[in-house]
């Protein structure tokens, strides 16, 4: 069974920085298409970062050029550094599995969700 263990969140001002990370078991990140998501009070939960098994990225609009998601085979874990860090960013954020069609990122998930890890941003 899949587990994923996200940290790494916290409060912070607007214009700040986070690190998350999501620590893996069960499978393997770099065998899988991988992705962030985040699910903000009262919306859906939305992909707004992926990496691909051959390490092609993509972002959601929202955070194009401040967020960077990477991994480390070695640690199995996953990473998403997140500069310029703006109030509407607050939500919990998620790891998880995409599905990737060849030009599509789509969300998709390994059966169970982790907690999640929750960012604030005061402005």
């Known amino acids: 069974q899949v587990q994923l263990v996200e940290s790494g969140g916290g409060l912070v001002q607007a214009g700040g920085s986070l690190r998350l990370s999501c620590a893996t078991s069960g499978t393997t990140v770099s065998i899988n298409h991988m992705g962030w998501y985040r699910q903000a009070p009262g919306k859906q939960r939305e992909l707004v970062a992926a990496?691909?098994?051959?390490?092609?990225?993509n972002y959601a609009d929202s955070v194009k050029g401040r967020f960077t998601i990477s991994r480390d085979n070695a640690k199995n874990t996953l990473y998403l550094q997140m500069n310029s860090l703006k109030p509407e960013d607050t939500a919990v954020y998620y790891c998880?599995?995409?599905?990737?069609?060849?030009?599509?990122?789509?969300?998709?998930?390994?059966?169970?969700w982790g907690q999640g890890t929750q960012v604030t941003v005061s402005s």
């Open positions: 998880n599995s995409v599905r990737f069609s060849g030009y599509a990122y789509l969300p998709s998930d390994f059966g169970s």
């Open positions: 990496i691909t098994i051959s390490g092609r990225t």
